[in-house]
């Protein structure tokens, strides 16, 4: 039995300028209990996508609904908090503690300061923060907000989680740690939008992959559909074929993006 869906885009176009669409008619669904990696180059759309999943902005056409609502009417604001958000930017309160951070964040999607302070602690371990609990953020190393960033977008429970590069610039410590509590979620049921760079970290979450290219979707799948559907059984060098091999047969890219560098996980 498929799923059931959380995000829907239907003939989705969005402009920023008259002479280009950030999105162009996009489709794509996004279902409980599965990673779908957003991958392409950079200004393919995919952080257009995101602010639109999120509700922050509206699309020109098409229709976007979570849980069957558009996150951006009227009236919404119980359903975004359904929805978690860690953007590219780290956002954290650099005065305040780890534990803080959490709880306050947990405080403004409407949690009561009880729940507030039992979901923080929940959140320590998964990102490897229990022994930062009473640090100040702004003390933390890059790697360690980022870690803390990521939790912040779990503290009201969302049924639909979107980390928009939410590794970028982590070591791999970080990555890994990260990877790990993305797969958790995934396992106990929660859809989650990621996009990435990092090629192989969408081969190890086993991500339903939707590639974007000039505002287009212009492949999705497993990683074993596309490589079946798009890439000889063996890259031409005499390697098995990847999801790079995929991204690099689609884009017309020699390359893909700088720090395309593997995740670490067992």
Do not use: W
């Not at 229709?63 to 929805?83: F, N, S, Y």
């Amino acid at each position: 039995m498929t799923p059931p869906c959380v995000l829907e885009l239907a003939g989705v176009v969005k402009s920023h300028t008259r002479e280009r669409r950030a999105l162009d008619g996009v489709q794509l669904a996004v279902h409980a209990g599965r990673v779908t990696a957003l991958l392409g180059p950079n200004g393919a759309g995919k952080s257009t996508l995101v602010s639109l999943a999120a509700g922050l902005t509206r699309p020109d056409a098409g229709t976007v609904r979570v849980l069957g609502e558009d996150p951006a009417g009227r009236g919404a604001q119980a359903l975004r908090r359904r929805i978690g958000l860690a953007p590219q930017e780290i956002g954290v309160y650099p005065q305040l503690s780890v534990t803080t951070n959490l709880r306050c964040f947990a405080e403004l999607y409407g949690l009561r300061p009880r729940a507030a302070r039992a979901r923080a602690a929940e959140l320590l371990e998964p990102f490897a923060l229990s022994e930062l609990g009473d640090r100040p953020a702004g003390r933390l190393s890059g790697g360690e907000q980022r870690r803390l960033h990521a939790a912040i977008a779990l503290v009201n429970r969302p049924a639909l989680v979107i980390l928009d590069e939410p590794t970028a610039g982590a070591d791999p410590s970080t990555r890994e740690h990260i990877l790990r509590a993305v797969r958790d979620l995934a396992g106990g049921g929660t859809a989650v939008v990621y996009t990435t760079h990092y090629l192989p970290e969408a081969e190890r979450l086993d991500a339903d992959i939707a590639l974007l290219e000039h505002g287009r979707v212009i492949a999705r799948g497993s990683v074993a559909e596309l490589i079946a559907r798009h890439v000889a059984p063996l890259a031409g060098d005499g390697r098995p074929a990847t999801l790079e091999s995929v991204y690099l047969a689609l884009t017309g890219r020699g390359t893909v993006e700088p720090d395309a560098e593997p995740a670490a996980l067992p």
